[in-house]
T-cell receptor, first 116, second 111 residues
Framework: ETGVTQTPRHLVMGMTNKKSLKCEQHLGHNAMYWYKQSAKKPLELMFVYSLEERVENNSVPSRFSPECPNSSHLFLHLHTLQPEDSALYLC???????????????FGEGSRLTVL | GENVEQHPSTLSVQEGDSAVIKCTYSDSASNYFPWYKQELGKGPQLIIDIRSNVGEKKDQRIAVTLNKTAKHFSLHITETQPEDSAVYFCAANQAGTALIFGKGTTLSVSS
C-alpha cells in the first residue's frame, strides 16, 4: 500500500457531468492538500485541510468542491467543469497539524482529468 | 506574495556529467527551500531541502546551495545517471504560508 493513494488515475468527463476524485493517505498525517498541475505551469495549491478543517482556499472556482470526512480521506467533487480544467490533480499529505508549515509533502500519483 | 522563477525549463546532459538547476525567489521572509523530483506517471517526491540558516546541504550526489542575499538557490546533481531523468521542481515558503513552486525543469540524461 503506497503512502498516498488517488483514484481514479484517469477520468474523462463532459462539462455537465458530476464526478469525484478520491485521496487516501496511510501515513497518519494530519494535513491534506489538493494541487492542480497543468503543463508549463507551477503546481497550484487549491485546498488545504488541517485536522479535517479547511485552512486554505486559493480562490478556486466553486465548480470544485472539497470534502475531508476524516484525517485519512480527501475528496474533490467536480461539477460543470470547463475544458481548461483538464489537468493532473495531485493530492498530498503532511505531518504538521498546523498545515502550511515548512515540511515535507507526500504526494499521490495524481488523477489525470480530461474535460470534453 | 512569493514568486519563484526556475531555470532552465529543459536540460540535457550526458551520463556522468553534472547538472545545475537554478531558482530565484521574491519574498525575503521565505526560509524553507525544498526540491522535488517527479518521474513520469508519479507524483513529486522530496529529494532535498534547505533552510535559511544553512548555506549548503549535500546528500550523496545531490547538493543544494542557498544565497539569501541574492535570493537564489540551486540544485546540483553530480555524476548524473539515466535514472536521474525526471522533472525537478524548486519551491519556497515560510511557516504559515503556502509552498510556492517553480515551473519545473525537465532533465534528460542520455547514456
Amino acid at each position: 500500500e503506497t503512502g498516498v493513494t488517488q483514484t481514479p488515475r484517469h477520468l474523462v468527463m463532459g462539462m455537465t457531468n458530476k464526478k469525484s476524485l478520491k485521496c487516501e493517505q496511510h501515513l497518519g498525517h494530519n494535513a491534506m492538500y489538493w494541487y492542480k498541475q497543468s503543463a508549463k505551469k507551477p503546481l497550484e495549491l487549491m485546498f488545504v485541510y488541517s485536522l479535517e478543517e479547511r485552512v486554505e482556499n486559493n480562490s478556486v472556482p466553486s465548480r470544485f468542491s472539497p470534502e475531508c470526512p476524516n484525517s485519512s480521506h480527501l475528496f474533490l467533487h467536480l461539477h460543470t467543469l470547463q475544458p481548461e480544467d483538464s489537468a493532473l490533480y495531485l493530492c498530498a499529505s503532511s505531518q504538521d497539524p498546523g498545515a502550511l508549515i515548512t515540511g515535507e509533502l507526500f504526494f499521490g500519483e495524481g488523477s489525470r482529468l480530461t474535460v470534453l | 506574495g512569493e514568486n519563484v522563477e526556475q531555470h532552465p525549463s529543459t536540460l540535457s546532459v550526458q551520463e556522468g556529467d553534472s547538472a545545475v538547476i537554478k531558482c530565484t525567489y521574491s519574498d525575503s521572509a521565505s526560509n524553507y527551500f525544498p526540491w522535488y523530483k517527479q518521474e513520469l506517471g508519479k507524483g513529486p517526491q522530496l529529494i532535498i531541502d534547505i533552510r535559511s540558516n544553512v548555506g549548503e546541504k549535500k546528500d550523496q550526489r545531490i547538493a543544494v546551495t542557498l544565497n539569501k542575499t541574492a535570493k537564489h538557490f540551486s540544485l546540483h546533481i553530480t555524476e548524473t545517471q539515466p535514472e536521474d531523468s525526471a522533472v525537478y521542481f524548486c519551491a519556497a515558503n515560510q511557516a504559515g504560508t503556502a509552498l510556492i513552486f517553480g515551473k519545473g525543469t525537465t532533465l534528460s540524461v542520455s547514456s
